[in-house]
């Protein structure tokens, strides 16, 4: 019975062992997602411009899923219902990169 009660003990070490591991990788993996969202974009090296549009695909209507217009990136009140409109809006101000 003494046997049986320390392998009980030797398994609950072992099981939060494994937990403190998981939560400990999961908290580094939010603070290295968290530091790389901080990144200033002129930081990244490297020779290829990103290239990303003044819109994006937007839901304007009730239908849950379905993107049906374009809102300017920036200021995503601004909607067109065709992305060609939503980029060529003036008032919607480019990326700056």
Do not use: Y
Request: charged residues 25%; hydrophobic residues 35%; proline residues 4%.
């Amino acid at each position: 019975k003494q046997k049986k009660i320390s392998n009980k003990i030797a398994q609950d070490k072992q099981k939060m062992k494994s937990q403190t591991l998981l939560i400990s990788i999961l908290i580094f993996s939010f603070f290295a997602l968290h530091q790389c969202m901080q990144m200033d974009v002129g930081e990244i090296e490297g020779s290829s411009k990103i290239s990303i549009g003044k819109c994006v695909p937007a839901q304007c209507a009730v239908s849950f899923f379905k993107r049906d217009c374009w809102c300017c990136f920036r200021d995503q009140t601004m909607c067109s219902k065709t992305q060609k409109d939503c980029e060529s809006n003036p008032r919607c101000p480019p990326l700056k990169l």
